[in-house]
Structure formats: structure tokens, C-alpha cells
């Protein structure tokens, strides 16, 4: 390695991702998907008519978990993933949908480092699955 490597600071997945415009597009992605994909109909079913603001919701959130800014946390203090969706009868099968729409959003999005976005969509869909109650 380098001086100048060693010197470098870290960059976080949020960055190396390709930052807010590269989460905006992923997060269009998935709720296009979850909206028009037929093999999401029981997930979209969980959502309301509106999806906007979700739309604007979760990339924020995927912001702040990714080491970007936290504005999704200081707006929404002591609120995790697994608190937000507690209300939701969220199954084996709605998790999986989620993950699946997640990871082929990703899949389909243009990004400025694949491997970590692929991490990403494994760490996820993993999370999602950890939520369903059955």
C-alpha cells in the first residue's frame, strides 16, 4: 500500500455507492417493481395507495445505515427498521418479496461500485427476512 492509500481516508458504502442519487434510483427501482411486478402483489398489498412517501422515506433511511447523512435518524429518533414495521403482519413470504424486489433493484440500477452495492442488497434482504413472523 501507498503513503498516499494509507492516507486516504475511508470511504463509506453510502459514497461508494454513488451517494443520494445512486440510493434514489435504486429506491425507484423498487417500488416500480413493487408496484408493477405481479410476483409483489401480496407486499404491495402491505403499502399504501400512495407510495410517495415512501419514495422519499427509504432512500433517506439507506442514507444513513450506509455511513451517509442521517437526516432519515434525526428526524425519526429511538425508530429502527424493526420498530417501523412491527404494526405489519410481515411473513416469510413478504419478506422474501422485499428482498427479491431489493436485490433486483439494485441488480438494475446503475452504481458507482457494484461489489458494494451487491453487499448491500445481501445485508438487505437478510435484514428483511429477519422480520418475518412465521
Known amino acids: 500500500m501507498t503513503q498516499a492509500a494509507a492516507e486516504a481516508p475511508a470511504t463509506s458504502p453510502f459514497e461508494r455507492v454513488g451517494g443520494h442519487p445512486a440510493l434514489q434510483a435504486i429506491c425507484e427501482r423498487f417500488y416500480d417493481l413493487m408496484d408493477q411486478d405481479p410476483a409483489y402483489a401480496e407486499l404491495r398489498a402491505m403499502h399504501a395507495e400512495d407510495l410517495?412517501?415512501?419514495?422519499?422515506?427509504?432512500?433517506?433511511?439507506?442514507?444513513?445505515?450506509?455511513?451517509?447523512?442521517r437526516d432519515w435518524f434525526e428526524a425519526n429518533p429511538g425508530k429502527c427498521m424493526m420498530s417501523m414495521h412491527a404494526p405489519f403482519p410481515i411473513d416469510r413470504q413478504t419478506a422474501e418479496q422485499w428482498a427479491e424486489a431489493m436485490t433486483r433493484a439494485i441488480a438494475d440500477t446503475e452504481v458507482a461500485d457494484r461489489e458494494i452495492a451487491e453487499a448491500m442488497a445481501d445485508v438487505l434482504g437478510r435484514m428483511a427476512r429477519g422480520m418475518a413472523r412465521d
Open 52 to 69: 410517495g412517501a415512501m419514495r422519499n422515506a427509504l432512500p433517506r433511511f439507506l442514507a444513513g445505515w450506509a455511513g451517509g447523512p
